[in-house]
Every structure is written in C-alpha cells, then in structure tokens.
C-alpha cells in the first residue's frame, strides 16, 4: 500500500500486463497506419508514458503534437474542460491518432474532438491506455484499449491523484476507507456527551472517551494503567505515548467498528499527529473533527444554572467556570488549526435544543 497526499493506494496491476496491453494496441495500429504517415496526438500531462511506449514501436513515419486540457480535480472529474495548451502546428488533412491514458466520462475526448473538427482533420481515432466503461457517457468510438477498468480511481504509468503517482510503474487502485473516525469537541457544558450517545448509535460508531479509557485501564490494573498510575502518582502528566497506547489498544479491540468517535483526544498538535500516524498504518484516517461552538456567556450562563440545581461545585464559581472554558479555547483552537489545514474542521452551531443540535451534527457526520 502506499499514500499519496492524504489518500491511500492498493497495488492493482503489475508492470506486466501493462506491456502486453500497449502491445495489444501497438500491433493493431502498425497495422492500420504502417503506410499513412499519422500525427500522434498526445495528451498531456497523462499519455506521456503509454505515448512514448506506443510511438517507439511504431514502425512507419510519423510526426507527434501535444495538447493539454484540463478536467480533474483531486479524483473528481469537474465536467467542464478547459484548454490550456492546444494544437501547433496545424492539422489540417492530417490522420490523427488521438494518445489518451484513460477515458473517463470522455469529456475530454468531446473536446478534443471538438478540436479537431475545427481542424479540419483529414480523419481522427482514439487510443487510451485505460477505459472506464461503465462511466462513459458519450457516442464517439474508442478505436484502440489497453484495459477496460471498473470505476476505480487508478494512478501509476502517467496517471495522478493531484500530481502525485505519475511515475510509478505498477497501476495503483485507490483504497476505499471503511471507517468514519471523528474527532468530537464541545466546551464544558455544550452537551458533547449527550450528542456522542446518540450519534454513536445512530452511525453504530465506537465512542471512545480518553478519561473513561483511563478509569478502565487503572481500575483493571492493566499494563498501560499501571504505567499511567505511576506517572499521576507522582504528580507527573501521562506521557502520549502511554496515551495513544491506550488508545490502540482500544481501537485494536474493535477493529470491526465502523469508526470511533474520539472523544478527549487528541489535544495536542502532536496528539493529532500520532492518531493520524496509527490510523495510517491501518489505512484509515480522521475523516474529520466536529466541534460544538457556544458563546462562552450563553455557557457561563448556563452552566451557572445547572450549579444551582445540581450542587456541583465547579459550576458555581463563574471564574472558575470561565477559566475551564478558556482553557477549552486555547486547546481546541491549536487542534481546529491542525485538521482546517487539511480541510477536515466543522464547526457546527451548539445552541439549541438536543434534537436541533444533533440534526445540525448529522448533516455533518453524513457527509464525513
Ligand atoms: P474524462 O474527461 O472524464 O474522460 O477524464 C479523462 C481525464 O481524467 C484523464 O485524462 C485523466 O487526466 C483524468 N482521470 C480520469 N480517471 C482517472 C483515474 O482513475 N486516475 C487518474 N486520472 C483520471
Ligand atoms: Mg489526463
């Protein structure tokens, strides 16, 4: 497996069955154009690799031009192509011979097509590496394929995710995640825990709390526990590493969930790197981090109201009630920065009532 960005990669077809499949193309193209001198029109930045390997096994004369749109952004086709290098010299009578590395939706063969036309071409056909059949959605014939694929996302032998992978040898299939793993954040008295038994339900997530964690590994006398107790007992912080072995441990035990809600962790920018560094060796991810937001007076407020009920004496002193709720800022605003960078920081309106809130929450945990 290998990554690439933020994304990860199977192995999917080996060096050599990409040769006998450009072989396949290379013999039905000598033998249709052996004698007529074609143009190869290849199709940057992509069918570099499979035009280079066609071209030089083409064994009459022939002259090669480039032309450069553009359609994909990360492994989403945009559907609107736009040119951004096109045909010099003209081709004008020319036998074209259009050199594609895949054939997606055919967008871009349309418009290159559309070109070509204009060109006043004396006749044109099209070879591309790979052909996604299922997702083609035009009438023009594909004259010449390497390989019909399924709708995978592929990259290797000129293909890329966002620039990366062109110059691997092998074909690599983009590894679909199984898992929904959320980073939850809520200030003190925002209801976090309220929403976590619900959304953990509703999406069968493991809810993983870092202080119930703790409880269990201590008063089960485990290995990590008593490590962790020995650090507390000395009245030093538990190192992350001990932490994050809790952790593990935690997500090996359910490794048949279908993510986990983590809750109390990370809190620190090297937290956050050491989650996303376990979750990589198993080929997951953060999918993202949700964080309540509350206007902290609306949360002294409130949490005043729930001292004068339930007795606690934390939620009574408003200093100390503002205290907890910027410490809770200055954490939460490293971590928001942290996952925003790579676009996985949703921010969602916490005042309300329960039911509104958690419809608010699941627009975001839906799309995650
Ligand atoms: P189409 O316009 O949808 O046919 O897409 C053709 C172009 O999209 C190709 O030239 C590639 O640049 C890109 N593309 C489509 N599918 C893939 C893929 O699986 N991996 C990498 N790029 C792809
Ligand atoms: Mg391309």
């Known amino acids: ?70 359609s994909y952004e990360g492994t989403q086709s945009t559907g609107e192509i736009s040119t951004v290098m096109g045909v010099e010299p003209s081709l004008k009578g020319r036998d074209v011979i259009i050199i594609e590395d895949i054939v997606d939706s055919g967008n871009t063969i349309e418009a290159i097509i559309e070109i070509l036309k204009q060109e006043e071409v004396h006749s044109f056909r099209i070879a591309t590496m790979f052909y996604k059949p299922k997702a083609y959605t035009k009438d023009y014939k594909v004259d010449y394929i390497g390989m019909d694929i399924a709708n995978d996302f592929i990259v290797g032998y000129g293909l890329d995710y966002n620039g990366l992978g062109r110059n691997l040898n092998e074909i690599y299939r983009l590894k679909q995640r199984k898992m929904k793993n959320i980073v939850l954040f809520g200030p003190p008295g925002a209801g976090k825990g309220t929403q976590a038994d619900v959304l953990k339900e509703k999406y069968n997530l493991l809810h993983i709390s870092t202080g119930d964690v703790f409880r269990y590994n201590i008063k089960n006398e485990t290995e990590l526990g008593m490590l962790a107790k020995s650090f507390m007992d000395n009245g030093d912080l538990v190192p992350d590493e001990v932490t994050i072995d809790m952790l593990k441990a935690e997500v090996e035990k359910n490794s048949e969930a279908n993510g986990f809600i983590f809750d109390g962790f990370p809190r620190t920018n090297s937290q956050a790197k050491a989650l996303d560094a376990f979750l990589s060796e198993k080929g997951e991810g953060i999918n993202g981090m949700v964080a309540l937001e509350v206007a902290e007076d609306l949360l002294v407020a409130r949490l005043l109201k729930r001292g004068e009920t339930s007795g606690r004496s934390d939620d009574q002193d408003e200093s100390k009630i503002r205290n907890r709720f910027n410490e809770y800022e200055t954490k939460t605003a490293v971590l ?21 809130i958690t419809e608010r929450l699941c627009v975001v945990f839906d799309k995650l």
């Open 336 to 356: 928001k920065d942290y996952y925003a960078a790579q676009n996985k920081y949703f921010g969602v309106d916490g005042v309300g009532s329960i039911e509104e």
């Open 1 to 70: 497996m290998i990554q690439l960005h933020d994304l990860f990669f199977e192995k999917f077809i080996s060096e050599s069955e990409i040769n006998q499949a450009v072989n396949g193309v290379v013999v039905q193209i000598n033998d249709d154009y052996k004698k007529k001198s074609p143009v190869f029109l290849i199709v940057l930045n992509g069918a570099f690799f499979f035009a280079s390997d066609i071209i030089q096994r083409f064994e009459g004369n022939c002259e090669m031009s480039f032309i450069k749109v553009a």
